[in-house]
């Protein structure tokens, strides 16, 4: 009838072009699905607002119940598909320039595939199906991290990514049974109203399950890690699901799901968390060099900050963030991916040493950095002031106090890798061109569109002394990196605290998750040789029995003395019972 | 209507043709011949599946009630699905490995395929037993001739002594079936076992989990798996966890969900607490394992685990979803053991240290390495997912903690992925390899495509066993 699904098929139709065309035309393969999602999403989007409706197929039915393929069509998850069809379409096109000279069927698929399912995932109805996508876009992701499997860190990324989202996939599969068995529906509708009729046990329980799940997913403490050493995979990879939209599955989750949350009471702690997230995040960004793994840590700081908004109530601050984030930090991945290419580094010191201008990647970079740190006149200085609005007094000062601290990473990593330059132009290259232009576009003007947000979401936004307040020490902490990096001031009192910052990172937390995979694996290999002591025990039991089939084997040795000596004795004995009992 | 008989007449006749080609020295190759028995076998299943099944019952020996009696119980169609196609795709495996006394070896082949079809539409309880121990047995050939040189004979004699032992207790099963209803027919005893003593039951039960942790196995009575596993040539290993390890899975449904649930009802929290401790203890061994295919033999058992769960818990989506899991993960787990297989002509061992960076030269394999892991993690879109969902599901309604089962999930997570890491990923570690040819491809496709087409529409095989309560 209204056949939504449509929005999925182009991309996994994609997906096999990709893998089935020639090399050469997979990228048309994957462009041309986006574009076609893309479109798709809007007609929707436009053709529907306001008036939502739900889809479904069966899928199968076991133990009474009617397990089906459900969508919903409403202005959140239309909007949502409209997002990530725009970024993948984008990313796509950036993939033109960066992955030429890489493998192009695979890479193709792989995307289309990860496409495919984060469509799947905004606008799934049925829970069942939301984790099935979830845990597509978690096996996606791995197979994209990894994709220059040949060496090792990909490699070891990929793994490291999957094992960490896969102990929260396991915990969304355990609280999806949770909360089935109790709701009797998988409608995310239907388990929402039925929060009341939970029993005060499987609400908690269900809670911590969802909660450790969108942790894992949104690189969130103690989770974080693995995100950080996901950039190893491609950049338009790491712009697409590792900024935009993969990551932000877990803060997605968390809104749909939010009464839920609220019920078991877990907004303080999840307010908790995403502070202590957001502060590690943010210290680690600023003593790193690697410009990835800067944005990385800054992709952690922001899904924090949605997380908080969610937490704090305030639904459509964390929608609304997410699209600029979205925005923003596609935007900065495609600038340091140009910037790799062109300029042929990461890290940002040797893109201070080596580059004499950064052309005009300058301006864009300075809009994408300066959207971290939420500054005005840009989109982000609009979402800032939309997330906090529902903070308590003390939310908000530590929020100014992050703020600040946001800002100097940020521009820390400005100020060193770009430099402003007289002009000449680089070579054109449209798949880079555009996407960046465009982005920057948006995130420069689009602040304006969080005044229409509220159609798609109720969306509020508050101005009060704090969101001054932090616009303030987001401009002080942008000035102290001015100081700091670009002018070589204050470095005798900053070098203090840089010190503190170096002990933070070599006490770092991956190592203590390295120790404790070692210490598993070590206990492994003790219960492995109880194992094989156990099983040897088995083992003197049937080699017992061989040895007497092979002793028994000697009263049929064919040797006739031996015959007669057993003829001989088996009279004797039988003389002797007779005697005996006769 | 496709008569049953067929399934036994024409793997007999392709026995008689093997022997025929030996004896008149035909020089006939001895796989074509199987093959085309296993290829009429396929097209008569599917031929079953349109158009119906008829059975058949001739009494054999009245007094003691053995008939030959042939019929589709509700049970039947899946484990039939894959004891009709795995041997098919197997049969270039054993193309590729065994290279002599063929002649012995394939008919061999042909009775154990012949016996687990068999079994499966067995409506007389010593009739089953018959086809039981002639698949069984058979298999002790299998390991012990045609396994590896120096441990085949003594992993062979082990795994008799352990599967003997488990058709014994099968034996007193179906005498003590038959000393309470008086019958041997599936027909009778199905209808007449509620009427049996609860305390009978339990008896029955407790011999009924010998068999049943023996065959599939198992902790603690998986002592025999890991050499049996790990000797024999990978066509018995196939043979082995594709196929007689659901043996157990049909036996545990038939004559425990099916015949005595009353029995099972009362122990059911017990019988997932064994399934759940084999979970969690075989990850962590599993997780020790520098074996590929010890690792993945161990890892087999954690799905026999769950499948005994999801039958434990006697609810209906737990029953569906272990037969889901009986017919995915006997898909998934041939094709990792061959492509073990292959792994190992390619790099003369089984270690995981001695493989390393495939994934550039032998791209093809690659491809369906990571994809039969993926699919054994429980990937959703594959075939796993849907049966480890209604297992668990099932299990949860009747003892919530069971989902601690799945800690047992994320630990084998962690070894799966280090496999793929170790073999396909990283640097080449050796020169001079070919990738899979096309033939072998082909088989992977076939059981690929299985695999990805449960996943997509379980309703498929879930449909196959209605009737069940």
């Known amino acids: ?582 | 209507m496709i008569y049953l008989l067929s399934f036994l007449l024409l793997p007999f006749i392709g026995i008689i043709a093997l022997m025929v080609n030996t004896f008149l020295k035909c020089r006939m190759r001895e796989e074509k011949i199987v093959g085309v028995v296993i290829a009429g076998t396929v097209a008569i299943f599917f031929g079953g599946l349109a158009l119906g099944f008829k059975g058949i019952s001739i009494d054999l020996v009245s007094k003691i009630g053995f008939s030959f009696s042939l019929g589709i119980n509700s049970l039947s169609l899946p484990f039939m699905l894959i004891a009709v196609i795995i041997p098919g795709a197997l049969l270039y495996t054993a193309y590729k490995e065994i290279k002599d006394n063929k002649a012995f070896f394939y008919i061999l082949y042909l009775i154990t395929y012949a016996s687990l079809i068999s079994v499966f539409i067995s409506y007389n309880f010593i009739l089953l037993f018959i086809f039981w121990e002639a698949a069984v047995l058979s298999l002790f050939f299998i390991i012990s001739f045609w396994g590896d040189k120096d441990t085949g004979r003594a992993s062979g004699m082990k795994f008799l002594v352990f599967t003997q032992l488990s058709s014994l207790a099968l034996l007193a099963v179906i005498l003590l079936l038959f000393s309470y209803t008086g019958s041997f027919s599936l027909y009778s005893i199905l209808q007449l076992a509620s009427s049996i003593p609860l305390l009978i039951q339990y008896v029955i039960l407790f011999f009924l989990l010998v068999t049943v942790m023996i065959k599939m196995p198992l902790f603690p009575l998986h002592a025999w798996m890991p050499d049996s596993y790990l000797s024999a040539p990978t066509t018995g290993t196939v043979l082995l966890s594709s196929l007689l390890s659901k043996l157990g899975v049909y036996a545990f449904l038939l004559i425990g969900f099916e015949m005595i649930p009353a029995a099972i009802l009362h122990a059911r929290i017990i019988l997932i607490g064994i399934g759940l401790l084999t979970v969690l203890y075989i990850a962590v061994v599993a997780t020790s394992q520098r074996n590929l295919k010890k690792l993945f033999s161990y890892s087999s058992m954690i799905y026999m685990a769950m499948i005994f769960i999801g039958i434990s818990s006697l609810t209906t989506a737990g029953a569906d979803g272990a037969i889901v899991l009986t017919v995915s993960h006997s898909f998934i787990i041939a094709m990792l053991f061959i492509l073990t297989g292959t792994l190992k002509s390619r790099s003369g061992s089984y270690e995981i240290s001695s493989m390393g960076g495939y994934g550039a030269k032998m791209p093809a394999l690659s491809v369906f390495f990571v994809f039969a892991v993926l699919a054994v993690m429980g990937v959703p879109g594959l075939s796993n997912f849907v049966g480890e969902f209604l297992v668990f599901f099932g299990a949860y309604s009747v003892l919530p903690i069971a989902l601690i089962g799945l800690i047992g999930v994320i630990i084998s997570t962690n070894y799966y992925l280090s496999a793929i890491k170790n073999v396909i990923f990283g640097r080449l570690s050796r020169a001079g390899l070919r990738d899979i040819g096309k033939l072998e491809t082909l088989q992977m496709l076939l059981l690929s495509s299985f695999v990805v087409l449960v996943g997509v529409l379980p309703n498929l095989i879930i449909s196959m066993s209605r009737g069940l309560i």
């Open chain 1, 1 to 582: 009838m209204n056949m939504i699904y449509f929005i999925l098929i182009p991309m996994l139709l994609a997906a096999l072009a990709a893998v089935l065309l020639p090399e050469r035309r997979a990228f048309h393969a994957a462009v041309i699905g986006s574009a076609v999602s893309l479109g798709l999403s809007l007609f929707f989007l436009f053709d529907y607002f306001n008036k939502p409706f739900l889809e479904s197929v069966n899928w199968f039915v076991s133990g009474g119940f009617t397990f089906s393929i459900s969508f919903s069509a409403s202005n959140l998850t239309l909007f949502m598909a409209s997002l990530v069809s725009f970024i993948s379409l984008l990313v796509l096109v950036f993939s033109n320039f960066y992955m030429k000279k890489e493998p192009q069927r695979r890479y193709y698929a792989e995307m289309s595939l990860f496409v495919f399912s984060m469509l799947g995932l905004v606008m799934s109805n049925s829970l069942l199906l939301f984790y099935v996508f979830w845990e597509l876009i978690g096996v996606m992701s791995y197979l994209l991290i990894g994709f220059w499997y040949q060496r090792e860190a990909p490699a070891a990324a990929g793994k490291k990514a999957l094992i960490f989202t896969r102990i929260g996939d396991l915990s969304f599969f355990a609280a999806v049974i949770i909360l089935f068995s109790s709701a009797k529906t998988l409608s995310i509708t239907g388990i929402l109203s039925s929060i009341g009729s939970l029993n005060h046990g499987a609400l908690i329980a269900s809670a911590s399950l969802l909660f450790i799940a969108i942790i894992s997913k949104s690189a969130q403490f103690p989770f974080y890690t693995w995100l950080v050493d996901a950039m190893e995979g491609p950049t338009p990879v790491s712009a697409l699901l590792h900024s935009a939209t993969m990551v932000a599955a877990g803060a997605y989750l968390l809104v749909l799901m939010l009464p839920l949350f609220l019920s078991a009471g877990f907004a303080s702690m999840i307010i908790t968390f995403g502070f202590v997230t957001a502060f590690i995040a943010a210290l680690l960004g600023l003593k790193e060099t690697h410009l990835k793994r800067i944005l990385a840590y800054s992709t952690i700081e922001s899904l924090s900050f949605m997380f908080i908004a969610a937490a704090t109530a305030n639904a459509g601050g964390a929608i609304f963030y997410l699209f600029t984030h979205a925005i923003f930090k596609s935007l900065l991945f495609f600038i340091a991916g140009a910037g790799f290419i062109l300029f042929g580094s990461y890290d940002i010191y040797k893109l201070k040493s080596s580059v004499k201008n950064s052309g005009w990647l300058y301006v864009p970079a300075l809009i994408g950095f300066a959207s971290i740190a939420g500054l005005p006149p840009f989109m982000s200085f609009f979402a800032h002031l939309s997330l906090s609005a529902n903070f308590t007094t003390l939310d908000s000062v530590v929020f100014v106090l992050l703020s600040f601290i946001t800002a100097l990473f940020s521009f820390r990593a400005f100020f060193v890798a770009f430099k402003k330059s007289a002009a000449p132009r680089l070579k054109r290259e449209l798949s880079v061109y555009v996407p960046v232009l465009l982005l920057s576009a948006i995130a420069l003007f689009g602040g304006v569109i969080m005044f229409y947000f509220t159609g798609i979401i109720h969306t509020v936004y508050y101005v009060d002394i704090f969101s001054m307040v932090s616009m303030l020490a987001a401009f002080a902490g942008a000035y102290t990196a001015f100081e700091l990096f670009l002018n070589r001031r204050l470095l005798r009192q900053v070098s203090a605290a840089k010190n503190a910052a170096i002990k933070l990172s070599e006490r770092s937390f991956d190592s203590i998750i390295t120790a404790f995979g070692i210490a598993f694996v070590s206990f492994a290999d003790i219960v492995g040789r109880l194992d094989e002591k156990f099983i040897s025990l088995f083992s003197w039991i049937s080699n017992y029995f061989m040895s007497l089939g092979l002793a028994s084997k000697e009263i049929q040795n064919g040797d006739s003395s031996t015959y007669i000596a057993a003829i001989f004795l088996g009279l004797v004995i039988v003389i002797i019972i007779a005697v005996m009992f006769v």
